[in-house]
């Protein structure tokens, strides 16, 4: 018979998904005044960023990015495409592919959120969390995903 002992790997704060998902809501939380400024939500926030970085991409690509499906990302799309952020056309090349651009408020936009990633790190500024420890872990994170996507798309 299985003692406690034995079900140890089943409590909360040895699952190595727990803190990652709290942070990610608590992440995003943090977010929230700084977009609701904006009208926009976290995950139309994400598809700006890539947009703002390389504009003009097909979904699959934006999906690759943020490793997230067409089914999650086209509503999302739709969404900024009737807040008149971006603009979706079919592709000329492949009309299988539905290339997305920023349009002139989109690109607009842009200048009201380049202050809100600093925004973002001022709110460490107690110096509970150092500036350092949050790049590590920043590098850490990207090596983790690397890690995960690998395994799950040669799966």
Aim: proline letters at 3%; charged letters at 25%; a negative charge.
């Amino acid at each position: 018979m299985k003692t406690e002992q034995d079900f140890t790997a089943l409590h909360l704060d040895k699952q190595l998904c727990f803190p990652l998902y709290a942070a990610s809501r608590l992440t995003t939380q943090l977010y929230e005044p700084f977009l609701s400024e904006l009208d926009i939500t976290y995950p139309q926030y994400l598809v700006l960023l890539v947009l703002w970085q390389h504009n003009g991409l097909t979904v699959t690509e934006i999906g690759a990015r943020l490793y997230l499906e067409s089914n999650t990302l086209t509503p999302l799309l739709k969404r900024l495409e009737q807040k008149e952020l971006v603009l979706r056309k079919r592709s000329s090349e492949d009309e299988r592919k539905v290339v997305v651009s920023l349009t002139e408020k989109g690109e607009q936009l842009k200048e009201k959120a380049v202050l809100i990633p600093e925004k973002i790190l001022s709110s460490f500024s107690d110096d509970a969390v150092a500036l350092e420890e949050i790049a590590g872990f920043h590098k850490t994170l990207n090596k983790l995903l690397g890690q995960l996507n690998t395994k799950l798309t040669s799966a």
